[in-house]
């Protein structure tokens, strides 16, 4: 399955959140689905609403489903909360980290931002958006990207942008440390790693 490169609003729209991180969402205007309104809202079955939770996570970080399926494997084989550790894990992509820093204000900005080499870890250039990124571990704009005209936008901007707390940031440098590894209440709370657990495990 090919990754969804239609509109982004267009899914948040169909699961009745945003997930595409935009400021000015459509869901927001527009909250009811895409589509012609049905005459009958139909029912949902455990295994449809486990579905969903299942797809809003996976469309969020951008991820195919045999790549999101990689993810819970690993994380299922971890000690601890399956669930949690899938989270986890995808808190800690680069690309992610990119995001929860502020350097871009979407994830599919940050993404593009690691694909075109203006992201660096412990002062080494990183394009993979899917890397680990480990406690401890600095990241960075390459000094490619600290020259860029984006870099000079982004030093006012990121000025209004909150970190989470395992995150600690240095906005003048554009630079940021992960101090600790994420865990339940760092992630958008209307995702429910429980559910994708339970649709996985049938």
């Known amino acids: 399955m090919a990754r969804y490169t239609g509109p982004k609003c267009r899914k948040c729209r169909r699961y009745g959140v ?5 400021a000015k969402c459509a869901i927001f205007r527009r909250p009811n689905p895409p589509g012609p309104r049905p005459v009958r809202r ?28 990689g993810y819970y494997e ?6 601890g909360v399956t669930g949690n550790n899938l989270m986890q894990m995808l808190e800690e992509r680069l690309d992610n980290v990119v995001y929860r820093l ?4 979407t994830r599919h900005q940050a993404r593009q931002l690691v694909a075109h080499g203006h992201v660096a870890v412990d002062e080494r250039k990183l ?11 600095e990241v960075s704009l390459t000094a490619r990207g600290r020259r860029s005209e984006y870099a000079k936008i982004l030093v006012e901007e990121i000025k209004g942008r909150d970190v989470p ?24 709370p209307h995702f429910n790693p429980n559910a994708i657990v339970e649709y996985y495990s049938r």
């Open 18 to 22: 945003s997930l595409c991180g935009k």
């Open 42 to 69: 139909r029912k949902i079955s455990d295994r449809g609403q486990q579905l969903i939770e299942k797809q809003k996570v996976r469309f969020a970080y951008g991820l195919m489903e045999k790549q999101f399926r």
């Open 74 to 79: 690993t994380a299922n084989q971890r000690p």
């Open 102 to 105: 502020g350097f871009a204000s």
């Open 127 to 137: 394009d993979v958006p899917s890397a680990r990124v480990k406690a401890g571990q």
């Open 165 to 188: 707390g395992w995150l600690e940031i240095d906005r003048g440098g554009l630079k940021g440390r992960i101090i600790q590894d994420p865990g339940p209440g760092d992630w958008e």
